[in-house]
């Protein structure tokens, strides 16, 4: 869970290894909710990707759906993954949600010394990202106590590859615990697969017995077409600003074998208008053409196989 975009698909696909769930910088890129399997010796993590919170838009209908579907997989889940972005100043929103979801400490109106500089932090070295993840001091013992819905709540500050410092992680870290009280607290950066054993690790410990709900090979619910569309709108988001990601729609239209074995996807893209569909396909289709390049490379490596992908764009 998380409230806006803080990295959370990012962070699935950094725990499973794998690219299954859309990933941009913009909000909402995560319409539904998303099913990943980790299936490690004799445990199975079953993780929900569930659309990010912004209560401030919940007058929206679409806003409010999407509101809707993250309660929904909060309250399916045993476990909830608090994901935060360490370089953004906490708001008086994220707040709320964690006292919602957890026992919390009296608000605290003054924090003014806890935040990052107005700079830019850049990226900080390995050495320093490990010392974070290693160092225990920056964690207390929490004794969890129960909370709205008596789901123990682990709190990810995700993104400290970019804190300049390990000082402002701290104060982060005490900042957020003043408002809730958290099962467990990890660092990483879900970017570079980095501190995510002590999540996993953690997961392990707190699974119970019982008969496995997927196979064992199996990473996600995720149909392939399905995949197939995560991947696209991964780029679609990514490469286009303003609106124009939200206002694409797309859809599988053909997926054949050639004699050689190789997957053939044909793929289409519906837009509104003549100009979204030549900011789509670019100058001379370029950018249709990497488009096209880029998902068949994921594809393929992802399952294993040759795929190539056609996409083509109408407008509707």
Partial sequence: MQLGYTGKS???????????????PKVNTTREDVK?????????????DSP????????????????????????????????????????????????QLSA?????????????????????????IQECIDDKSLVDDNEHVGNVK???????????????????????MRELKSHGH?????????????????????LKRLSKPGLWSYPPDMITTLSKVEIVEQLVRTYIFCWFNKDVPYRV??????????????LNIEHELYVRTEKVAKMICGTRGRILKQLQKNVSYKLSKLWNEVVFIFIHVKVK
Wanted: net charge negative; aromatic share 10%; with cysteine.
């Fill in 52 to 99: 990010g919170i912004i209560a401030s838009h919940g007058r929206r209908k679409f806003c409010k759906d999407l509101i809707k579907a993250a309660w929904n997989g909060y309250n399916e889940a045993d476990v909830c993954l608090f994901v935060i972005d360490t370089v953004k100043r906490p708001t008086a929103e994220l707040f709320e949600i964690l006292r």
């Fill in 104 to 128: 919390t400490a009296p608000f605290m109106d003054n924090h003014e010394d806890t935040i990052l500089p107005d700079t830019d932090a850049g990226y900080v070295e390995s050495s320093m």
């Fill in 150 to 172: 008596s789901i123990p709540i682990a709190l990810v500050l995700n993104k400290i590859d970019l804190v300049s410092h390990k000082k402002w992680i701290k104060s982060r």
């Fill in 182 to 202: 958290f099962l467990d607290i990890f660092f990483v950066s879900a970017k570079y697969s980095t501190g995510i054993t002590p999540i996993i690790n953690s």
């Fill in 36 to 48: 990943g399997i980790l299936t490690v010796d004799n445990h199975q993590i079953v993780f929900i």
């Fill in 249 to 262: 729609e797309q859809k599988v239209i053909g997926w054949t074998y050639s004699e050689d074995k190789v």
């Fill in 10 to 24: 990012s962070l699935l696909n950094a725990l499973l290894n794998s690219t299954i769930t859309a990933v941009s």
